[in-house]
């Protein structure tokens, strides 16, 4: 913990003041789950009809998997990995869905602590949607060369692939065929690709007749423009609920919002 404001003013230097991609375990966030799960806690209980005591105990299961992926992963760049990734985890542990699409794939990070919860749970699939590029970033340290020549979703074991199925493309192009082929209406629509008005908006708008009732909608960097707040005042999506920093998530009504 005495690190922490050193390695904060460290990554706000190289990150936000210089604009550089910097390796997970300099990215604070990544460092060291358990601020960010402490300020989710409740909102996520409330989301997940789970009780704190019950998040509790998925939260512990994390450790393990934060160690083999600080072992696997801390050493290469974020390649603009979803850093509350693991509040994922929570949330597909706490609520089971059987189907989830996501949008935006670059290192997997958010696959994979999706997937993990989907094994642990048991039952599950997820459908990932990306351009077939690694969103590496500019670095002073010459080590996103490296993750930029890798596979998009590297970081998903092997052993998780089972339940995985990757689709290579634009999220306007494949969503449309992708969703309507699906046997089954979602559980959960997470977007994570292009973080503009235009895209964010069609995401929701596409994903969310598709989404079953009480299904969950999800989206990263809800305050990079007005699309999210827009979209759930649009809808009247109640229980809006930010997460962490910057993760938004709300339940699709029992009588779904249409438009
Ligand atoms: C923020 S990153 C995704 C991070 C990923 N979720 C993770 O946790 O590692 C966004 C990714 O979406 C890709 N992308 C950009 N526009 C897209 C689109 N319209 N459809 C699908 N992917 C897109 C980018 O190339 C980039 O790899």
New binding site residues.
């Given amino acids: 913990m005495s690190a922490h404001p050193l390695l904060w003013a460290r990554f706000l230097y190289r990150h936000d003041l210089r604009h550089e991609d910097v390796r997970l375990m300099d990215n604070p966030r990544f460092a060291d789950w358990e601020p960010m799960y402490r300020v989710a806690r409740e909102p996520l209980a409330r989301l997940t009809g789970r009780t704190p005591e019950e998040l509790d105990r998925f939260y512990r299961e994390l450790a393990p998997i934060h160690r083999q992926l600080e072992a696997e992963a801390g050493r290469l760049q974020g390649?603009?990995?979803?850093m509350q990734?693991p509040l994922l985890y929570l949330i597909v542990r706490a609520t089971h869905p059987a189907l989830a699409l996501?949008?935006?794939?670059?290192?997997?990070?958010?696959?994979r602590l999706i997937l993990e919860a989907l094994e642990a749970n048991g039952s599950g699939e997820l459908h990932s949607?990306?351009?077939a590029?690694?969103?590496a970033g500019r670095s002073s340290d010459g080590l996103g060369d490296a993750v930029a020549a890798r596979p998009?979703g590297y970081?998903v074991s092997e052993r998780l692939r089972a339940r995985w199925h990757l689709h290579f493309?634009?999220?306007?192009d494949v969503m449309p065929g992708l969703l309507t082929s699906l046997a089954q209406p979602l559980d959960l629509f997470l977007h994570?690709?292009?973080h503009q008005y235009d895209?964010m908006t069609w995401e929701y708008t596409t994903a969310l007749p598709h989404l079953r009732p009480n299904g969950l909608l999800l989206s990263?960097d809800i305050h990079t423009c007005r699309a999210w707040p827009d979209f759930i005042a649009a809808r009247s999506l109640a229980g809006d609920e930010e997460l962490d920093h910057d993760l938004g998530g709300v339940r699709v009504p029992i009588a779904p919002a249409r438009g």
């Fill in positions: 390649a603009s990995a979803l990734a996501e949008t935006g794939v670059s290192s997997g990070f958010s696959s949607i990306g351009v590029q690694v969103a998009i970081l493309g634009r999220s306007d994570d690709s292009r895209t990263h």
